[in-house]
């Protein structure tokens, strides 16, 4: 999959320039699940006042790959790597890696029409910043921890899906956030949906 999504808007004042790019890959087997992304995002503002003159770049870049072995109907194992910068986000380069196991209620031949995953996994990270951190920081190691629980349903009437997610570094263990998003879509005639969406975070 390749998609491209350009922004550009231009008046007296200034310019703005936004948009982002993603490729994507992905090879699935009754065993073995591989899936290759990579995606980067920019967005440009200049704009001129009678007092000011503002400029600002926000670059983010990404990389992952994953892959999954299935144990059984129920379990797999996986693991993953990345690659992460944002100039956003103060993070020059970050490296990233997991291993997890996921646990699914329903069988995985019924995952087209229900899925109720638990999943756990443990993520080392390793960043170096683009300017000194509120802890004095420049570089920095991380050992993250998450837990997921997702359900998904789809029927004739239409989609639902609930998503929790906790995280916490485990070297920091009073930093985590909490997570939880819902989102349904209720068919209401053939090829129209009510969309519903909410979202909660504690940080």
Not at 38 to 60: C, H, M, P, Q
Not at 140 to 151: G, M, P, S, V
Request: aromatic letters at 14%; zero cysteines.
């Amino acid at each position: 999959t390749l998609e491209a999504n350009p922004d550009v808007s231009v008046d007296a004042s200034g310019t703005g320039i936004a948009g982002d790019a993603l490729a994507s890959a992905a090879r699935v087997t009754d065993d073995w699940k591989l899936r290759l992304t990579g995606d980067a995002i920019v967005d440009y503002n200049s704009f001129t006042t009678d007092t000011l003159t503002y400029k600002s770049t926000e670059l983010i870049k990404l990389f992952n790959t994953l892959l999954v072995k299935s144990v059984n109907d129920h379990w797999s194992l996986g693991a993953e790597a990345g690659y992460y910068s944002s100039s956003f986000s103060n993070i020059n380069t970050q490296f990233q890696a997991a291993v997890g196991a996921e646990y699914d209620v329903f069988p995985y031949n019924q995952s087209v029409n229900r899925l109720f995953t638990f999943r756990y996994r443990l993520q080392p990270l390793y960043t170096f910043y683009g300017d000194t951190t509120i802890y004095n920081k420049t570089q920095e190691f991380l050992l993250n921890h998450i837990l997921d629980a997702t359900y998904t349903r789809v029927e004739r009437w239409g989609n639902l899906v609930l998503d929790f997610t906790a995280k916490q570094y485990v070297n920091h263990p009073d930093q985590f956030r909490l997570d939880v998003v819902g989102a349904i879509d209720v068919r209401i005639a053939q090829g129209l949906f009510l969309n519903l969406l909410g979202n909660y975070s504690y940080i």
